[in-house]
């Protein structure tokens, strides 16, 4: 995740200037002293800017939210009466609470979803079954004089088959689960091939890239998406909170966005569909001179999937003043490494009438919004990743929420690694890029897992539009380094002297 935090209008006001915009920032006593910034200080008690009025949120969890109860059982639909054939069913969907279901002991309930496991014993038949919502599975038990066991018996009923069952909410006698659903009537709706293969028994992301329609189904697939989509909702719901507008930037584009990466060319000078396999690179067409001919394309020049929407953010932030773009994008980099995506969604506001201190302040209250909001929203999932993917991260994410955010220049960073008793692959020295290797040293070793954010950047290695700070040497940029990641945010105050 990148977000361009910083300000783009011509217009915007004198940095910590005392007349900020509609007076909504909170300011020093006095705008023109300059506290002195030192790695001593920072690391015994570390300082952050002051926070802006409008980023004063509580991070709390988010009450009457469609996620708010993603991380207890949920049953689809309750069912008053009967239900019989034809006759017509008043329902309302239900959400199971905190002491998960046993409030709803003795109500008829239908659940709609997909049998994650079948095991058929003498008297009874155990059938579990998931409808997505969360993690946790319904057990339903069903006996041979239930409505519907012709099906269980048949052999019908198997693994990724999806039901309708109609029980009643009773205690479970298990210890896996505290209610379970005593079945009345089930009814098959789609059935499952006897090669259906995600089965309870574990398999590898390897096995599962072949069998991408079906990775949605397992616990992790179906976790990430739940925790993805709280996530998205966290990222609309602080930046509308917070007085931001949603631009939708453009995909298809001629701008190259500063170089941010190399761009995938969209063109239909190279037949579509199972044509292009079977196409002669001589059917592109070429000038006289023995260039590509543009002019015959789709939109008569080149023109690329965007790698960001900065640009695009930019001209709406000098009308509309805070604006933040939430979408796809792409860079041809072919590196297979977890730091590199082909596809990925960006986060890139855009504030006017900021400077540096506002740009952290607003990626700070961003950044523990959404992870307060997500361990508050996804427990469930959250223990699963915990249990199964990678120990200790809900530690770590917990730490981000309550740990105090460590603040340095780059030169100090650079004094730091120099003084480390450690060798880096990539050799230390003022002036170079920062390294993955060396971001975590600073956030996981320097500060003890503390998330870190580096400012001052020296300007040869930034964007040209990066505001000078008053040394001539260093620019306006900040980047937020994370344990176990490194560099999770960058951004900077955008140059407006003329």
């Known amino acids: 995740m990148a977000a361009a935090l910083s300000p783009a209008s011509s217009l915007r006001l004198k940095p910590l ?3 900020r915009f509609l007076s909504i920032y ?29 980023y004063s949120i509580t991070l709390s969890s988010v009450k009457d939210s469609p996620l708010s109860s993603s991380n207890r059982r949920r049953f689809c639909t309750v069912v008053t009466g009967a239900l019989s054939s034809g006759e017509a069913v008043e329902s309302a969907k239900r959400e199971g609470g905190p002491d998960e279901g046993l409030d709803r002991l003795g109500q008829t309930l239908v659940v ?46 198997a693994t990724g088959a999806s039901l309708w069952v109609q029980g009643i909410l009773v205690p479970s006698q298990g210890s896996k689960q505290k ?4 079945v009345e009537k089930l009814v098959m709706i789609g059935r499952s091939d006897p090669s259906f293969p995600i089965q309870k028994k574990r398999v590898s992301r390897e096995f599962l890239r072949t069998k991408a329609h079906l990775r949605p189904r397992t616990n ?18 602080f930046f509308q909170d917070n007085g931001f507008v949603w631009v939708s930037s453009p995909i298809i584009t001629a701008s190259d966005c500063e170089g941010a990466g190399e761009q995938f ?36 020049k080149p023109a690329f999937l965007t790698v960001s929407g900065q640009l695009n953010a930019e001209t709406y932030a000098t009308a509309l003043t805070d604006v933040y773009t939430f979408g796809p994008t792409f860079r041809a980099e072919n590196s297979n490494t977890s730091r590199h995506l082909a596809e990925f969604w960006m986060i890139e506001p855009e504030l006017a009438f900021a400077d540096l201190n506002d740009d952290m302040t607003c990626a700070t209250a961003y950044l523990q919004y ?22 200790g991260i ?21 004094a730091l690694l120099l003084r480390a008793n450690k060798k880096f692959e990539f050799p230390v020295e003022w002036g170079c890029d920062l390294q993955s290797e060396h971001e975590r040293y600073i956030t996981e070793e320097a500060f003890g897992g503390c998330p870190v954010i580096v400012r001052d950047y020296p300007k040869e290695i930034k964007a040209f539009y990066m505001r000078q700070n008053d040394d001539g040497k260093t620019v306006a940029a900040m980047d937020m380094l994370v344990p176990r990641v490194g560099e999770l945010i960058g951004g900077s105050q955008r140059e407006e002297r003329t």
């Not at 095991?119 to 041979?144: A, H």
């Not at 209610?179 to 005593?182: I, M, R, S, Y």
Request: hydrophobic share 35%.
């Open 17 to 19: 200037s005392a007349a």
């Open 26 to 54: 909170r300011r020093q006593t006095d705008p023109n002293k300059t506290i002195p910034t030192t790695l001593t200080n920072l690391t015994t008690k570390p300082r952050f800017p002051p926070k802006p009025l409008r």
């Open 112 to 157: 709609r979803g997909w049998v994650r496991t079948l095991r058929v014993q003498s008297s009874v038949t155990f059938i579990e079954v998931n409808d997505g919502s969360c993690l946790s599975n319904m057990q339903c038990v069903m006996s041979s004089d239930a409505e519907g066991y012709d099906q269980v018996e048949s052999g019908l009923i």
């Open 179 to 182: 209610v379970e659903l005593k």
């Open 220 to 237: 992790t697939f179906g976790a990430v998406a739940r925790v993805r989509n709280a996530l998205a909702y966290a990222t609309h719901k």
């Open 265 to 300: 060319c969209v063109t239909t000078l190279i037949p579509s569909s199972h044509e292009a396999a079977d196409s002669l690179a001589d059917s592109i067409p070429k000038t006289e001179d023995g260039f590509i001919d543009w002019s015959q394309d789709f939109f008569g």
């Open 370 to 391: 959404v992870v307060k909001y997500v361990l508050d929203n996804c427990k469930e999932d959250m223990d699963f990743f915990n249990t199964w993917i990678e120990k």
């Open 394 to 414: 809900i530690n770590r994410l917990s730490d981000v929420v309550e740990k105090n955010f460590v603040q340095l220049t780059y030169t100090d960073a650079i």
